[in-house]
């Protein structure tokens, strides 16, 4: 579950991008990209699975079944990156500069946010029973999100500042009414 966990995002951002070629009516493009894909992630799976062959692994390592799905994500990220080239050339308007650090950004905030929860695991002595662990999860969820946003907003992400200003509005809209 970890390993798709990392491999989540970039499978969104292809499927995303997928979708946005069909959109402008261009399917030929993500086809032969996943064809590609296809016989690379066949490549990488043999690898982060310790190379095997009949004479046993040719590699190293192994990482057995989260290698796989290690391999798929390798194959979207490279994905991603070809389709968002080739969208570019076909669009000619899409900000890779002000992306890029926006992904930085909220990548840090991710750290940030990472940090807090473990922090809130480690050296908060939760009971083990079931409101111990609801509460640990509520706590520990709550704090990290709150920590996200504070980072990412802290940075000069736009939409995480929008997202605050209408939980502002609604929260302002509900303490009016009582």
Not at 54 to 71: D, E, I, K, T
Request: charged share 10%.
């Amino acid at each position: 579950l970890i390993a798709y966990g990392f491999g989540m995002p970039v499978y969104l951002g292809r499927d995303l991008l997928v979708r946005i070629f069909y959109a402008i009516g261009n399917g030929q493009t993500p086809f032969k990209i996943s064809v590609i894909g296809i016989l690379l992630n066949i490549f990488f799976d043999w690898i982060l699975v310790g190379g095997p062959s009949p004479w046993g692994n040719q590699l190293p390592f192994n990482f057995g079944a989260p290698g796989l799905v290690f391999a798929t994500a390798i194959i979207n990220l490279i994905t991603c990156i070809i389709l968002l080239i080739k969208l570019q050339f076909e669009l000619k308007i899409l900000p890779f500069k002000e992306w890029t650090f926006d992904t930085i950004k909220i990548l840090i905030a991710g750290l940030f946010s990472g940090l807090s929860l473990w922090i809130c695991k480690s050296f908060i002595i939760w009971p083990q029973n079931t409101i111990g662990i609801i509460s640990e999860l509520i706590f520990s969820g709550s704090f990290g999100l709150l920590t996200f946003l504070f980072v990412c907003n802290l940075t000069g992400i736009q939409e995480v500042k929008v997202l605050i200003a209408v939980f502002k509005g609604k929260l302002h809209s509900v303490l009016k009414r009582t």
